[in-house]
């Protein structure tokens, strides 16, 4: 019986020039995210300084100015987060669902606040009020199961939260990995 000829010796060392220039190519493509993500949490940064200042120019309500500048926290928390995240699928080569639960989580409240905030400032009534409501309610829901969805991650054990400084044992960075 004839079997097929295994790869030859320069069919696999395309292959692994290949695998290696793809893995260059992704490693820049995180290391462009990287950056935009750096330049969008710098820019909601000044933002946040920048609102804060000119609604204490324009002697607005000071809840009004506490709400913009949480409001501004959350999304730097947000990007944060994805940033985190990001750091994390380079080190250790793996996407992870846990820091993607936080940011929905922290999307969610900064939400909450928003529609709360637009009640108590606006005088609604009939159908636009039962909408603000209702989203509210949503809301409230969506909270929850996303808190149901953390839960259960930790609780499978594959949260993937381990502190990113911390070595893996017997795992080489993405670029010097076996399936690259």
Known sequence: MNEPPGPTPSHAAFARAVRGSLAGVEEALYMIVGV???????????????????????????????VTLLDRILLALIVAELLHTLRYVVLRGEIVVEPFLFVGLIAVVRRILIVTAELEHLNLSGRTLTNEL???????????????????????????????????????????????
Not at 36 to 59: F, K, M, P, Q, T
Not at 142 to 158: H, K, M, N, P, W
């Open 134 to 180: 209702l989203e509210l309610g949503l809301l409230g829901l969506l909270t929850l199961a996303v808190a149901v969805a953390i839960y259960l991650v930790r609780r499978s054990g594959e949260s993937g939260g381990a502190d990113i400084g911390e070595p893996l044992p017997g795992l080489a960075p993405p670029a010097a990995s076996s399936w690259r």
């Open 36 to 66: 935009l993500l750096l330049v969008a949490a710098v820019l909601v940064v000044v933002g946040a300084v920048h609102d804060v200042l000119s609604e204490i120019s324009h002697n607005e309500d000071a809840v009004d100015i506490g």
